[in-house]
């Protein structure tokens, strides 16, 4: 069973790419983020046609998630208990669903961003990522994959030049440690043991050609429950999807578990 996860920057705009990424590697589950529409705005058709089901949250432009599975989808929750909203009036945004795929409870993530240090943003970024961490311990006892576009780059080596990234959001001691508690409540990091070295990051910007020079960032992850860790048999990051037009800034992650 082959489960990845994959920040698209807009569903709409890369339908191709996700239909022939899913065929190309034989892809059982995939989550999104940013897909940056609502369900009823989306071109589902393809995906359905290749025998896919799909759960979807999103309400305008900006975020949007979703559950692409094969194998199945099952009790679909939209939001986790306690998720802090944003926005005035405050309101819950499309940054979690998760649904029950193949026996694998699966959660797709967008963690919010900060903006920059001492930001309103990156107050609630934090504390985002605490009630997520709170709801998350009570799923470690089942097969539970949390992944997504965590919007933080937990080790130095996850990112280019730490030095250009000094007094930058992604890299701070806070947004460290919140991502580091969930490995220390007993999620494991489902793809570091298989994609170490030089060839970590999976975003790459726009700008100065990123992508080209690899002065890019590691943040999206596949977190697992010690019993899914357990069954992992490989992983691997498809740098190549960042390249060529009309690329998302972000490469698909694959997870293989027996």
């Given at each position: 069973?082959?489960?990845?996860?994959?920040?698209?920057?807009?569903?709409?705009?890369?339908?191709?790419?996700?239909?022939?990424?899913?065929?190309?590697?034989?892809?059982?589950?995939?989550?999104?983020?940013?897909?940056?529409?609502?369900?009823?705005?989306?071109?589902?058709?393809?995906?359905?046609?290749?025998?896919?089901?799909?759960?979807?949250?999103?309400?305008?432009?900006?975020?949007?998630?979703?559950?692409?599975?094969?194998?199945?989808?099952?009790?679909?929750?939209?939001?986790?208990?306690?998720?802090?909203?944003?926005?005035?009036?405050?309101?819950?945004?499309?940054?979690?669903?998760?649904?029950?795929?193949?026996?694998?409870?699966?959660?797709?993530?967008?963690?919010?961003?900060?903006?920059?240090?001492?930001?309103?943003?990156?107050?609630?970024?934090?504390?985002w990522l605490a009630k997520l961490r709170a709801a998350a311990r009570s799923w470690l006892g089942g097969d539970t994959a949390l992944t997504g576009d965590?919007?933080?780059?937990?080790?130095?080596?996850?990112?280019?030049?730490?030095?250009?990234?000094?007094?930058?959001?992604?890299?701070?001691?806070?947004?460290?440690?919140?991502?580091?508690?969930?490995?220390?409540?007993?999620?494991?990091?489902?793809?570091?043991?298989?994609?170490?070295?030089?060839?970590?990051?999976?975003?790459?910007?726009?700008?100065?050609?990123?992508?080209?020079?690899?002065?890019?960032?590691?943040?999206?992850?596949?977190?697992g429950s010690p019993s899914l860790a357990a069954r992992v048999r490989s992983a691997f990051i498809d740098r190549a999807e960042r390249a060529g037009v009309?690329?998302?800034?972000?490469?698909?992650?694959?997870?293989?578990?027996?």
């Amino acid at each position: 069973m082959r489960i990845a996860t994959w920040n698209v920057n807009s569903l709409r705009s890369r339908i191709d790419r996700v239909e022939r990424f899913l065929e190309r590697h034989d892809i059982d589950v995939l989550t999104l983020q940013e897909t940056k529409a609502r369900e009823d705005q989306l071109p589902l058709m393809g995906l359905q046609a290749l025998g896919y089901d799909i759960a979807a949250a999103g309400t305008d432009q900006w975020n949007g998630v979703a559950v692409i599975s094969r194998v199945g989808i099952e009790d679909v929750q939209v939001g986790f208990e306690g998720m802090p909203g944003w926005g005035d009036p405050i309101a819950a945004e499309s940054r979690a669903i998760g649904a029950t795929c193949g026996g694998v409870r699966v959660w797709s993530l967008y963690v919010p961003n900060g903006r920059k240090v001492g930001d309103p943003h990156y107050v609630y970024k934090l504390d985002w990522l605490a009630k997520l961490r709170a709801a998350a311990r009570s799923w470690l006892g089942g097969d539970t994959a949390l992944t997504g576009d965590w919007n933080i780059a937990p080790m130095d080596e996850d990112v280019f030049d730490m030095a250009a990234f000094a007094k930058s959001t992604h890299v701070t001691p806070p947004e460290r440690e919140a991502f580091t508690a969930f490995l220390d409540d007993g999620y494991v990091d489902l793809v570091r043991p298989h994609a170490p070295g030089p060839e970590v990051f999976t975003y790459w910007d726009y700008f100065r050609q990123r992508y080209e020079r690899n002065r890019g960032m590691r943040l999206d992850f596949l977190l697992g429950s010690p019993s899914l860790a357990a069954r992992v048999r490989s992983a691997f990051i498809d740098r190549a999807e960042r390249a060529g037009v009309g690329a998302s800034d972000h490469a698909p992650v694959v997870v293989e578990i027996a």
